[in-house]
């Protein structure tokens, strides 16, 4: 099998990383984390026009035709730059729902608005007690008329206190935690009874508290199958675990890099530590287990079109728990060769190890997609 990149792919790289490198550094990276909107406007501009926020979008819809692998190049290089926009919500998550489940319509009246970057989009569906639980929906929506009225509380919606309109799981029939009866509605962010408060989370990224109280919807803001939902919502977030555990492999390939350069210009008696046997085993573990999540990370790339819901599944699973564990490794290693200065707020590697253990967090931790994995029958079931 053939993992090398296309000409039109490794253009692609060449220029996301030239345009991060250029303008990303971690100093102006501090300055847009101090902004009102937590991210830079003018990076979002040059975003879209650069085409990254058309590119998972069909030609026929206004967008490139990139696939899985062009969406891991980009967030591959958000993830090095640490970059603070709302790409992953609006692109891969709030994208996702346009590309899968939405209607022709749906598709003409939104995608060129975030093809262009003039709509942001998110995604809510955690709740207080649904932990990693895809089908925990509380969040209700009741038939009133033509329209649903919607009523519930969404958590930890990543940028959802700069989108435009939201994605939310609500519940339409059945129990709380039944698998049927759940919906996905598209609620602008202005109509009556939202109500949001956004927050920093610990990585610097932005997220928000989002209610909705009698929220009137109409029909055609149901993204799929009102009544059954959820195979909607696994597929988009298969997608995004795969894109997601790409800028992971980014986070863990600039900690490794941070920590190599360090051990060659930090002396201890007179000589580099990196001269020192036991800190260059810590390194080569460190490698070890970025090559081994880079590997993981490609097969659940090649794996997130799939139409197979169980085989796409188990690649999702095997690549969070793999992202989740070497992530770990990686972050506490270059930590603790930097020393006292891998702890401070001054210095760019703490940073990425508080990135790396958000990622382990969101739509399920190395724990819960081992147990799922395992549930499974493994990656390669017999």
Do not use: C
Request: net charge negative.
């Amino acid at each position: 099998m053939d993992f090398d990149l296309s000409e039109e792919q490794s253009i692609l790289k060449d220029a996301v990383e030239r345009l991060l490198a250029d303008r990303y550094g971690f100093e102006e990276r501090k300055r847009h984390m101090a902004s009102p909107e937590g991210w830079s406007a003018d990076m979002w501009d040059r975003y879209a026009e650069m085409g990254l926020m058309a590119l998972p979008f069909a030609e026929d819809d206004g967008g490139i035709g990139g696939g899985p692998v062009e969406t891991m190049i980009v967030m591959e290089a958000l993830g090095k730059a640490l970059a603070l926009e709302p790409y992953f919500a609006t692109v891969v998550l709030g994208g996702g729902f346009l590309r899968l489940g939405g209607s022709a319509e749906q598709k003409a009246e939104l995608i060129p608005q975030v093809a262009d970057g003039s709509l942001k989009l998110a995604f809510a569906q955690v709740e207080r007690n649904s932990r990693f639980d895809l089908h925990h929906v509380e969040t209700a929506a009741r038939k009133d008329g033509g329209d649903y009225l919607i009523t519930g509380a969404k958590s930890v919606v990543l940028h959802g206190d700069s989108a435009g309109k939201i994605f939310v799981t609500a519940r339409t029939a059945g129990d709380m935690r039944d698998k049927t009866g759940i919906g996905v509605f598209l609620v602008d962010v202005n109509a009556p009874g939202v109500s949001r408060r956004g927050y920093v989370m610990q990585d610097g990224q932005r997220a928000a508290e989002i209610s909705f109280d009698n929220v009137r919807v109409p029909a055609s803001a149901a993204f799929g199958d009102p009544a059954n939902s959820l195979p909607l919502v696994r597929r988009v977030v298969d997608q995004a675990i795969a894109a997601l555990s790409a800028e992971a492999v980014g986070v863990m390939s600039a900690m490794h890099g941070l920590t190599l350069d360090y051990l060659k210009v930090r002396k201890q008696f007179g000589v580099p530590i990196g001269a020192f046997q036991v800190l260059q085993h810590k390194a080569v573990d460190m490698y070890v287990a970025l090559e081994q999540a880079r590997s993981i990370t490609l097969y659940a790339t090649m794996m997130a079109d799939s139409d197979e819901d169980t085989e796409r599944a188990r690649a999702v699973h095997a690549a969070k728990t793999e992202i989740g564990r070497g992530g770990r490794l990686v972050g506490e290693n270059a930590i603790q060769l930097h020393g006292g200065v891998g702890m401070t707020m001054e210095y760019a590697v703490g940073h990425y190890f508080k990135r790396m253990t958000m990622i382990d967090l969101t739509f399920g931790d190395h724990d819960f997609h081992l147990r799922a994995l395992a549930d499974a029958g493994g990656l390669m079931a017999v």
